[in-house]
DNA sequence: TCCTTAATTAATGAATTGCTTAACCGTAGG
DNA sequence: CCTACGGTTAAGCAATTCATTAATTAAGGA
């Protein structure tokens, strides 16, 4: 693999592992420091704080620093894309003219 | 990791390629060969045929032999509990209880 | 039978992932 | 000042991922 990581791969990526969806989940509840999303988990903290920048990347959740706690919040905007894609493909959508034009623009989209 | 990969980390596992997510767009037009699904790519037939077996595994792909060709037939149904889990965690959401209790529920799943 | 076509398997290799422990950094409190 | 607390960085390791080339299987046609 050469190509710098497409946004939508990043974020499939993330959401790839239960330990960081499990993260997300409780960030729905509100923001939280990296001690409270640890809480749940049995690893050790350089491992959350790996799973951390994962979804930092991903662009994911969002951290800001005060004191010595890092708060982190959800970022959602980045799960649109993914539901636009997921969704895309879920249809029970029959009409192959559209389905061959939407594909044929994706290959040119990948190909840039 | 020691874990057995459930099923819905290797769905977005899966997704998290372009490769891949490109292949499964270009199966919503219809069924197709592999030669069919290779033909966009510059990669070698042997890489295809692994990005063939990561979609199968997730459940996303079919395949019937017929002769010597293996025609390759899109699954949609674990899109189903992808899209479930992004929608979820997409919306504007604010009933603080009903996430706690999601939350808390989630994590009981993930510990089995 | 021999050759071509379609695709997979096997073996290899570089890069990435997911974890660990040990060391470090910045802030607050005595 | 120095110690504790919250977190990150660094280094190392096993396993997985994504690609390669070479060899293999399996069916069809001359």
């Given at each position: 693999m050469v190509e710098a990581n497409d946004e939508l791969s990043a974020v499939f990526q993330a959401l790839a592992d239960p330990t960081r969806r499990a993260m997300l989940s409780r960030l729905r509840v509100g923001p939280a420091t990296v001690g409270e999303l640890a809480e749940?988990?049995?690893?050790?903290r350089p491992a959350i704080s790996q799973h951390l920048k994962v979804l930092e990347r991903a662009g994911l959740i969002e951290r800001t620093a005060t004191a010595q706690w890092r708060t982190c919040t959800l970022r959602t905007e980045p799960l649109d894309e993914a539901s636009a894609w997921v969704e895309r493909h879920r249809g029970?959508?029959?009409d192959r003219f559209d389905l061959l034009a939407e594909h044929l623009r994706t290959m040119k989209e990948n190909s840039e």
């Open positions: 749940p988990f049995t690893m050790s029970e959508w029959n």
